[in-house]
């Protein structure tokens, strides 16, 4: 392994700290997603799939599955819109094993469609 390849590996590498804090924020904003889709979002179904926070755990880049709506780009710009009010749910449920809560940026997890592409183009 080159020198150059490992000094990647390691700055890619997500430490503990950043681990534990993309679980908790990718349970809780589940968890705000499935009582607010009702209200904001028209009854469209939203999983989070993944989080990945900024090592200075600045930032969290949230991406989202989007299901049962015809525009997946409208919905996710509804979600953009509402994020202000997004992260304040978050911070009530987090306040007690979160000093500083991140800020959100939300993108389209698009790997299920992707999956389902490949499945159909093998059948």
């Known amino acids: 392994m080159s020198f150059a390849t490992f000094f990647w590996y390691l ?12 679980r908790l924020i990718q349970k809780d904003l ?12 028209e009854g469209a179904l939203i999983t989070v799939t993944k989080v990945q926070v900024s090592k200075d755990l600045a930032i969290a880049k949230v991406h ?9 780009q409208v919905l996710l ?3 953009r819109h509402h994020g202000r009010e997004i992260r304040h749910h978050l ?6 094993q979160l000093r500083i809560m991140p800020e959100l ?19």
């Open 11 to 22: 700055c890619s590498m997500e430490s503990t700290r950043q681990q534990k804090i993309s």
């Open 30 to 41: 589940g968890i705000i997603f499935q009582q607010e889709s009702r209200n904001l979002f």
């Open 64 to 72: 989202l599955s989007l299901f049962i709506t015809s525009d997946k």
């Open 77 to 79: 710009e509804k979600i």
């Open 91 to 96: 911070v009530q449920r987090v306040h007690d």
């Open 105 to 123: 940026q939300f993108f389209l997890d698009d790997s299920l469609d992707y999956i389902e592409n490949i499945d159909n183009l093998l059948k």
